[in-house]
């Protein structure tokens, strides 16, 4: 069982810089793993922001980051970081780590019923 726990949530200002981590319990050192970031806003639905395959590190992002948010990992530490630079309003929402067994398929996007293990969520709030 993988358990996920996020922090680096806040409140920042429009153009400033926050970093999410999200540390990883449970998982297997045989067994990879597709690790994701998903928002949530009020109203909306949950969307995939950015993933990283655990085995050869490649990443995925969503349009709307490409070139603000890079996602990370330290595998020695089991942690999956997102760094999110230039910050907007509309980047304000709830942010969760999730994680599946195996690679990351982002045809058409990251897709949040794919993943199994999810963290609680922290909150980022951008005010203009």
């Known amino acids: 069982q993988v358990e996920l726990v996020e922090s680096g949530g806040g409140s920042v200002q429009a153009g400033g810089s926050l970093r999410l981590s999200c540390a990883a319990s449970?998982?297997?050192?045989?067994?990879?793993?597709?690790m994701a970031w998903f928002r949530q806003a009020p109203g909306k639905e949950r969307e995939g922001v950015a993933s990283?395959?655990?085995?050869?590190?490649?990443?995925y992002y969503t349009s709307s980051v490409t070139g603000r948010f890079t996602i990370s990992r330290d595998s020695a530490k089991n942690i999956v970081d997102l760094q999110m630079n230039s910050l907007k309003p509309e980047d304000t929402a709830m942010y969760f780590c999730a994680a599946k067994v195996g690679g990351c398929v982002v045809s058409g996007g990251v897709m949040w019923s794919d993943f199994s293990y999810w963290g609680q969520g922290t909150q980022v709030t951008v005010s203009a």
């Open positions: 990283i395959w655990t085995f050869l590190g490649t990443t």
């Open positions: 449970g998982a297997s050192v045989r067994t990879t793993y597709c």
